[in-house]
Nanobody, 116 residues
Framework: QVQLVESGGGLVQPGGSLRLSCAAS???????MGWYRQAPGKEREWVAR?????????DYADSVKGRFTISRDNAKNTVYLQMNSLKPEDTAVYYC?????????WGQGTQVTVSS
């Protein structure tokens, strides 16, 4: 089974930007991929998805639409999440994975903290 490793998180001030990466241990070009996040005390929620192959189709949760951009590089088996205009409510652990019902083993995630 493909393993997923997220990276790129950190501490950023409100209004700042971060770029998250999700590196897979094998090819993911044939999969629709997504980013998810889990804030303290809350359930994990879906953030964004990108279609398989060239990733021509993307979709976003209303809470991040216009601020976040998902992309993929199949040659590197990597999915990215560019996050701009970050808000304190974006603070969470961010994960990538396939879309339900094809969820595979979750990675460790990467912590994003938005605070002044």
């Amino acid at each position: 089974q493909v393993q997923l490793v997220e990276s790129g998180g950190g501490l950023v001030q409100p209004g700042g930007s971060l770029r998250l990466s999700c590196a897979a241990s094998g090819s993911i070009s044939m999969y629709t991929m997504g980013w998810y996040r889990q804030a303290p005390g809350k359930e994990r929620e879906w953030v964004a998805r990108i279609s398989s192959g060239s990733g021509r189709s993307t979709d976003y949760a209303d809470s991040v639409k216009g601020r976040f951009t998902i992309s993929r590089d199949n040659a590197k088996n990597t999915v990215y999440l560019q996050m701009n205009s970050l808000k304190p409510e974006d603070t969470a652990v961010y994960y990538c994975n396939r879309q339900p019902p094809y969820i595979i083993t979750w990675g460790q995630g990467t912590q994003v903290t938005v605070s002044s």
